[in-house]
């Protein structure tokens, strides 16, 4: 069977650009922040507010997403996320005030919100079932590299004045980029045709396999619909209802755990440990975010050799150490660069197992007819929790430092965290590496049946 592999890589790269605007996003507002608080004189909880109403937005996109991708097109939602992305930066640089800035970084994380779940639903549609799950993996990756590139466009507008706004600005390039390559690649060949449009599927398929192939593959997808009539109802059913569970559980681990806030609060926490406010800051915190680059380029090896429950569980516990040495690091009051080691220790444990791994695992412990309903709920309850801890972090990190003299103590409370997260997926998260589908909802049947 020949692939035309150069179409398929230009299609997930122009849809993988969601997962870079996500990255982006994450890193350019935590450059910003300290100028955004000195210009504004913003107090902790204006500050989490600042990072937090893009996540807010996020909170939208999972459910809205579903809807927008079913209903429009894979591609027209990722079209519109990208609009809504430019809209928010030009509002954002041109800000007055806290309150507009908040609200126009609303409109962005809509539309990351969106496309972080049409995207991934796109590129697995699009994509050959051997080329499956690396090419969704690239989102990961992506997401990633935009982090980094977030990170050198901080460094390089870290001057007062204009300086955060042009980092703001910088975001206009990914998003454009988005938004001109959507007009080179096709729709869905499954949205096509559940939309009766099977010529045009047609004529996309056989670009990717060929005539033959692609006839096939209409056929099967055909077939495959007829036998999905899975609903939200489906999602508390025996069996799909645990799945559920342990799925909302693992995707609010991920958020909070204190590792995010690592990259969220970079630059403030190392100017926290005594590095001066600023580009210093800044250029101190920038080896974090190529480290986790290179923990995300080395996971991918890791997630094929060791078992995906293994890893997940020692990426859980490291990241716990992380939180440890951190606030050992806060209370002896060792010297401010000494902050880089526990941030490498978290972030990279994270990177390693739990990033990666809980998109992963929710993919696959959910049967096909009900698999993207149950990833927008999931998705639901991951930006909420990642907006309470995004909001309430600074308030936190400020309350522990008033009442004990430093910041100690909210590294204590996400060390505790992680090591509890670690007994859940140690008793809860079930081994699903080489497990058919099939075997891994019968599973869930066989755990109902005997809690009852």
């Not at 894979?74 to 007055?96: D, Q, W």
């Not at 690239?138 to 001057?159: D, E, H, M, P, T």
């Not at 430092?401 to 007994?423: E, H, P, Q, S, T």
């Amino acid at each position: 069977m020949k692939i035309n592999l150069w179409y398929i890589l230009r299609v997930a790269l122009v849809a993988s650009v969601g997962g870079f605007l996500f990255g982006f996003d994450l890193v350019i507002i935590s450059g910003a922040l300290p100028f955004l608080t000195a210009e504004f004189e913003l107090p902790e909880a204006l500050q989490g507010l600042a990072v937090s109403s893009a996540i807010l937005g996020c909170i939208v996109g999972p459910l809205g997403g579903l809807w927008f991708a079913d209903r429009w097109g894979r591609k027209k939602t990722l079209m519109f996320a990208g609009v809504l992305f430019v809209i928010s930066t030009i509002g954002c640089t041109f800000s007055l005030g806290i309150w507009d800035f908040s609200c126009y970084r609303f409109f962005g994380g809509l539309g990351i919100g969106l496309a972080m779940i049409s995207s991934p639903i796109y590129i697995a549609e699009l994509a050959p079932a051997h080329l499956r799950g690396v090419l969704v993996n690239v989102n990961q990756l992506s997401n990633v590299i935009g982090i980094n590139i977030a990170a050198v466009s901080c460094y390089f507008f870290s001057f007062d004045g204009w300086g955060w706004r042009w980092m703001m600005m910088s975001q206009i390039v990914p998003a454009m980029f988005l938004i001109i390559g959507l007009l080179s690649i096709p729709e869905s060949p499954r949205w096509l045709v559940m939309n009766g449009k099977l010529k045009l599927a047609e004529k996309i398929l056989s670009k990717i396999n060929g005539q033959e192939m692609a006839t096939v593959e209409i056929q099967r997808i055909t077939e495959s619909m007829s036998e999905e009539k899975g609903n939200f109802k489906d999602l508390l059913s025996p069996g799909i209802k645990s799945a559920l569970i342990v799925a909302i559980l693992l995707m609010i681990l991920q958020q909070i755990n204190g590792v995010n806030m690592l990259l969220l609060y970079a630059p403030t926490i190392m100017a926290s440990a005594g590095v001066t406010v600023g580009s210093h800051a800044i250029l101190s915190s920038l080896p974090v975010y190529v480290f986790i680059l290179i923990s995300t380029l080395i996971s991918f090896p890791l997630i094929k050799v060791l078992n995906r429950r293994t890893l997940l569980i020692w990426s859980v516990v490291f990241m716990g150490i992380g939180h440890i040495v951190m606030a050992l690091n806060f209370q002896q009051g060792w010297p401010p660069m000494y902050t880089l080691i526990p941030m490498l220790i978290g972030t990279s444990a994270f990177t390693l197992g739990l990033a990666p791994l809980g998109w992963i695992i929710i993919s696959e412990i959910f049967p096909n007819r009900i698999r993207a309903k149950a990833t927008a709920v999931v998705c639901f309850f991951l930006y909420l929790s990642s907006f309470i801890t995004a909001q309430f972090f600074p308030m936190l990190n400020q309350w522990f430092n008033d009442l004990y003299g430093n910041r100690a103590g909210v590294y204590w409370m996400f060390a505790i965290i992680c090591l509890l997260g670690a007994l859940f997926c140690w008793l809860k998260v079930p081994e699903t590496k080489g497990v058919s589908l099939e075997n891994i909802s019968e599973f869930w049947r066989n755990r109902n049946s005997k809690n009852k």
